[in-house]
C-alpha cells in the first residue's frame, strides 16, 4: 500500500479565483486536508488509543468561512510569523513600513498575509510518503517587504503519522523572513472540550517576556519556578490562572520560549491528552516556538461539525525566529540576502500512549 493524494475543487474567492483541496493520506489512515488558500490544513485526523482518527485541528467547513474571518487556522504564516513593533523596521539604513494591523504592531505578515494568498500546488512521486508542494512568489514591495520573495512549502506526510514541513525562500534584493505554521491542536478531537486538560512539555530554560503589545523586551527569563516552565509535562491550565504579570498581559500563554540547542534539529515540545492517548512532538530546527493558548476565541466562530470555538479550545505550537527580531540585535538574525536561501523544517509526529 501506499500514500495517496487527491485533489478537489474547494470553492472560489471574492476575486473568481478558484481554490482546491487536496486530501494526503498514509497506509494508517492518516488524512490530512490542505487548501491552496493560504495553505491551510483545513482537517488533520489522528488515531486515538483504540485506534479511531479523528479531526484534532481547529477549521471551517467551508471556503466563505475562511474569507470572511479567520484567526490563521491552519495556515501557513508569512512574511513574518509573529509581531514587528510599530510595523517598522531597518535594513542597511533604509527604514520600511509595514501594516499595523494589530494595533500599534504588524502581525502575521500584514492586511494580506501569506495565509489569505492562493498558493500554487503541485503533488510529489508517490512512494512512502504523500507529498505536498505549495509556491507562492510575493512581488518586491508587497504588504511593505522589500524584494521579490519566492516561498516554497512542502507538506510531507509520512507512513508514521508525521508531517515534515519544509520553508524554503529565496529573494532577489535584502529583505526578512520567518515563516511558520498556524495550526490550532485540540487533541481531544472534542472541540466543545477546552485544551487545559492537555499536557504540553516545552524544552527551554528560557522565554521572552513581553511589553503590554505583546513586542518582546529584550529579556531573556528563566522558565524555573514560573507558570512558563513547562520542562516536564505539565496541563496547561495547571498554572495559567496564577497571578502572574506576563500571563495577564497574553490573557494566558502568548509567548514564544527561547528553545534550548538551538542549532540543530531537534525535539522541542510534545502535547498529550490522556483520555485518549493522542501524542503530538514537534521537531524542529527553529531557536523559538510561539505557545498560543487560544485566548482570543471567545464563542463567536462557528466550529467544525456545529456548534463554537470557545475560550481556549485549541493551542498552537509555531515554530519560528523571535518576534520582532528585525529591531532586536540580540536575536538570532531573519535578514535574508539574495544567492542565499531560507531553510527552516518542522515536523509534527502523532503517536499514542
Ligand atoms: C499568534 C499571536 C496571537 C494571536 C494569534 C492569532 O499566535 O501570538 O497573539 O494573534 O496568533 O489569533
Not at 481554490?19 to 498514509?26: I, Q, R
Not at 491551510?40 to 485506534?51: E, Q, Y
Not at 466562530?301 to 529591531?327: I, K, M, V
Request: with cysteine; net charge negative.
Amino acid at each position: 500500500m501506499k500514500t495517496n493524494i487527491t485533489k478537489s475543487a474547494y470553492g472560489l474567492t471574492a476575486a473568481g479565483d478558484s481554490v482546491e483541496k487536496y486530501t494526503l493520506s498514509n497506509t494508517n489512515g492518516m488524512k490530512i486536508d490542505v487548501i491552496t488558500y493560504g495553505g491551510i490544513i483545513t482537517s488533520w485526523t489522528a488515531p486515538d488509543k483504540d485506534g479511531n482518527y479523528k479531526n484534532i485541528v481547529l477549521g471551517y467547513d467551508s471556503l466563505s468561512q475562511y474569507l470572511s474571518g479567520s484567526p490563521y487556522f491552519g495556515a501557513i504564516i508569512g512574511r513574518y510569523g509573529n509581531r514587528i513593533a510599530n510595523g517598522k523596521f531597518q535594513l542597511d539604513g533604509q527604514e520600511y513600513t509595514l501594516a499595523t494591523n494589530n494595533d500599534p504592531n504588524h502581525l502575521h505578515g500584514g492586511e494580506v498575509g501569506f495565509d489569505k494568498v492562493i498558493w500554487e500546488a503541485s503533488v510529489g512521486s508517490p512512494g512512502d510518503a504523500a507529498v505536498l508542494i505549495l509556491t507562492y512568489t510575493s512581488p518586491d514591495g508587497e504588504e511593505g517587504y522589500p524584494g521579490k520573495l519566492t516561498s516554497t512549502v512542502t507538506y510531507r506526510l509520512t507512513n508514521d503519522d508525521a508531517l515534515e514541513i519544509d520553508y524554503m525562500a529565496t529573494t532577489d534584493q535584502k529583505t526578512i523572513v520567518n515563516l511558520t505554521q498556524h495550526s490550532y491542536f485540540n487533541l481531544s478531537g472534542d472541540f466543545s472540550q477546552s485544551i487545559l486538560d492537555q499536557k504540553v512539555r516545552i524544552l527551554a530554560d528560557e522565554y521572552l517576556p513581553v511589553d503590554e503589545t505583546l513586542i518582546p523586551t529584550g529579556e531573556k527569563r528563566k522558565v524555573e519556578g514560573t507558570p512558563f516552565d513547562f520542562k516536564v509535562p505539565k496541563a496547561i491550565g495547571q498554572d495559567i490562572e496564577v497571578e502572574n504579570e506576563q500571563l495577564k498581559r497574553g490573557n494566558g500563554y502568548d509567548h514564544c520560549w527561547v528553545l534550548n540547542d538551538h542549532g540543530s534539529f531537534r525535539k522541542v515540545a510534545s502535547a498529550y491528552h490522556e483520555e485518549t492517548g493522542r501524542f503530538l512532538e514537534v521537531i524542529t530546527n527553529e531557536p523559538g516556538i510561539q505557545f498560543y493558548t487560544g485566548n482570543f476565541l471567545d464563542g463567536t466562530l462557528p466550529a467544525y461539525g456545529g456548534g463554537t470555538y470557545g475560550f481556549r479550545s485549541g493551542f498552537c505550537l509555531e515554530t519560528q525566529h523571535f518576534p520582532d527580531s528585525p529591531n532586536q540585535k540580540e536575536f538570532p538574525s531573519v535578514t535574508l540576502e539574495p544567492g542565499q536561501p531560507y531553510r527552516s523544517k518542522t515536523t509534527y509526529r502523532f503517536s499514542v500512549k
